[in-house]
C-alpha cells in the first residue's frame, strides 16, 4: 500500500506542477503511466481498486488513453529477444497477467482504447495515429475536470 501512495503523491505533483498548467494553457499534454497504471499494477500486487481509485481522484481523466495490448508470454519473449533485463512486475508472469485483466476491463467500459500489438508495428503506429487525430480533431472535447469514475475489475 505504501508503493500506491508514493505514486498517487507523485503523480499529485506532476499534476499540480506540469499537467495542469499546460493544459491551462491550451496545451496538449500526452503522458505515459498514468492512473490506469497504477489501478492495473496496485491491483496486480494485492491492493483493493477502488482504494487506488480514490487516493489518484484528483488527477483529470485523459481525453484518450491507450493500452498496447499484448499477450503476456509475447510480451516478456520480445523483451527478452531484445536483451532487455525485466524489473520484478516485468519478470512476473502472474502478476502482469493480473494487470492486464485490469486494461482489458478498462477498455470495455470504454475508460481505456485498447490496441492489439501483435501486429506489424506499422499498423500498431497507424492505429494510435487514427486515435490521437480523432481527439485532436474534436469540437467538443470532454472537459478535463471530469473525474475518472470507480472501476471493479470483471
Known amino acids: 500500500m505504501l508503493e500506491a501512495l508514493l505514486f498517487a503523491?507523485?503523480?499529485l505533483e506532476h499534476v499540480s506542477k506540469v499537467i495542469e498548467p499546460a493544459l491551462d494553457s491550451d496545451k496538449v499534454v500526452i503522458g505515459d503511466r498514468y492512473v490506469f497504471s497504477s489501478l492495473a499494477y496496485q491491483f496486480a500486487s494485492g491492493?483493493?481498486?477502488r482504494w487506488v481509485r480514490r487516493i489518484n481522484e484528483f488527477a483529470p481523466k485523459p481525453e484518450l488513453a491507450i493500452y498496447l495490448d499484448l499477450e503476456v508470454e509475447e510480451c516478456v519473449g520480445r523483451s527478452k529477444n531484445k536483451g532487455l533485463a525485466l524489473n520484478k512486475f516485468e519478470a512476473d508472469i502472474r502478476f502482469r497477467r493480473k494487470a492486464r485483466q485490469v486494461f482489458v476491463s478498462l477498455s470495455r467500459r470504454n475508460?481505456?482504447?485498447l490496441i492489439d500489438s501483435s501486429r506489424p508495428?506499422?499498423?500498431v503506429?497507424?492505429?494510435i495515429e487514427e486515435e490521437v487525430l480523432k481527439v485532436l480533431r474534436a469540437s467538443e472535447l470532454p472537459t478535463r475536470k471530469?473525474?475518472?469514475p470507480d472501476h471493479d475489475v470483471r
Open 121 to 123: 508495428p506499422d499498423q
Open 47 to 49: 491492493a483493493n481498486i
Open 146 to 148: 471530469e473525474a475518472i
Open 125 to 127: 503506429r497507424n492505429e
Open 9 to 11: 503523491a507523485d503523480r
Open 111 to 113: 475508460l481505456v482504447k
